[in-house]
Each structure stands twice: as structure tokens, then as C-alpha cells.
């Protein structure tokens, strides 16, 4: 289960240092170096979008749960 799960971590971190890559048309040893905070940025924006959703979805589930 944690061989999967750190497996699965770095194929997220290396798709998202790709990705940063091709977008900003850097070099990918570029990327490579920056990859700490390309990685932590795309954890933020990540976190925000649950945040907004959560926060956008709870009070339509509320309302679904006091109608019934």
C-alpha cells in the first residue's frame, strides 16, 4: 500500500515538473532545480481548489440533508 502511494507521489511530482516545463517553456534540467517549489505551488493551488469546493458544495449538501 505505501510502495503504491509513494509510487503514485512521484509520478504526480514529476508530471507537475514536466507540466511546469512545457508551460514555461523552460529547459527540464531548469525544471528539475526548481522542482521543490514547482511542486509546493502545485500543492497550494490544489488546496485552494478542495477549499473553494468545500466551501462551495457545503451548503447545497446541508439544504439536501435538511429536505429529507
Known amino acids: 500500500m505505501r510502495v503504491l502511494l509513494v509510487l ?3 509520478l ?3 508530471a507537475a ?5 512545457w508551460v514555461f517553456d ?3 534540467s531548469k525544471a528539475a532545480v526548481l522542482a521543490p517549489v514547482i511542486v509546493v505551488s502545485f500543492g497550494a493551488v490544489a488546496a485552494l481548489v478542495v477549499f473553494w469546493m468545500r466551501i ?3 451548503p447545497l449538501i446541508r439544504r439536501r ?3 429529507e
Open 17 to 21: 515538473v514536466v507540466l511546469a516545463s
Open 65 to 67: 440533508r435538511a429536505q
Open 56 to 58: 462551495a458544495l457545503d
Open 26 to 28: 523552460w529547459s527540464f
Open 8 to 10: 503514485a507521489s512521484a
Open 12 to 14: 504526480v511530482c514529476i
